[in-house]
């Protein structure tokens, strides 16, 4: 409770290191919201946590219902695909820089050399706009099995009486996808969604180890305030307190 507290009140002052803090009143809120960098952070935010939050959903949705089926060493391919999740942030990281590597990538060999879809080899992840799509693509990839693994321990639990029956009066696949799968994972999916929105939100190793200061979500801007530079933290105090506000309202949707 304390660092929240603190926060609170260091949002109200011009924060010196010296320890000669200014009373501001509002004035880092104010300064904030007529941030255009700020703005600009809010809708990275927003479109790294939506995209990559459905992403991951749908991504596990669709392997829990392939790994439901019967198949020859299905145990060993449920426990594979649990190693994104489980591998050090830290390796998987660096697995992925060096797949993008402009020069001895994987992705840009295939890229350019072998379909010729793209005429010279680039740094996506340098690049804002390119090193975001790679950071969605990032999240997907090592967070689908946390959602696989949820909604697959509901559909073991769903009665394969109900698939019989539908199948009996003529329900084709779509339609016992539809009203049987989906209603009886609904709740769960619902919840995965606002849970995984609420972590996405506060994502941050991730996605700086993987582009650095190049995709500036909040946390990552909150940070730069924070630590690089000029060590606005009074402006940065202001910030986690903004992104406190937005995270209960998402808290308060999900306990609802």
């Not at 501001?24 to 479109?47: A, C, I, P």
């Not at 793209?118 to 969605?136: C, F, H, K, T, Y």
């Not at 321990?153 to 329900?171: C, F, K, V």
């Amino acid at each position: 409770l304390y660092p929240i507290i603190y926060n609170i009140y260091l949002s109200f002052f011009n924060v010196s290191l010296a320890g000669r803090n200014v009373f501001l009143g509002l004035g880092n809120y104010l300064g904030v919201l007529t941030d255009s960098e700020f703005w600009s952070s809010v809708l990275t935010t927003m479109l790294y946590v939506v995209l990559s939050t459905f992403g991951t959903t749908i991504l596990g949705l669709i392997v829990a219902m392939v790994m439901n089926r019967t198949f020859p060493l299905r145990w060993l391919a449920r426990s594979l695909i649990l190693l994104p999740y489980v591998a050090p942030v830290i390796s998987v990281v660096f697995a992925w820089q060096f797949f993008f590597d402009p020069v001895n990538g994987i992705f840009m060999h295939v890229m350019v050399e072998k379909l010729g879809w793209m005429d010279q080899r680039v740094n996506l992840i340098s690049e804002p706009g390119n090193a975001l799509w790679v950071a969605i693509l990032f999240n997907m990839w090592r967070n689908f099995p946390f959602s696989y693994l949820m909604i697959l321990s509901r559909l073991q639990a769903i009665d394969e009486t109900l698939y019989e029956a539908a199948e009996i009066d003529g329900a084709s696949g779509w339609q016992k996808f539809r009203f049987i799968t989906l209603a009886e994972i609904y709740f769960v999916v619902g919840a995965l969604i606002l849970l995984r929105f609420i972590w996405n939100f506060n994502k941050f190793e991730e996605v700086f180890l993987l582009t650095g200061i190049n995709v500036k979500t909040m946390p990552i801007y909150i940070y730069l305030k924070a630590f690089i530079g000029t060590m606005e933290l009074g402006t940065a105090s202001a910030l986690a307190v903004v992104q406190f506000v937005i995270l209960v309202g998402i808290i308060l949707v999900y306990v609802k």
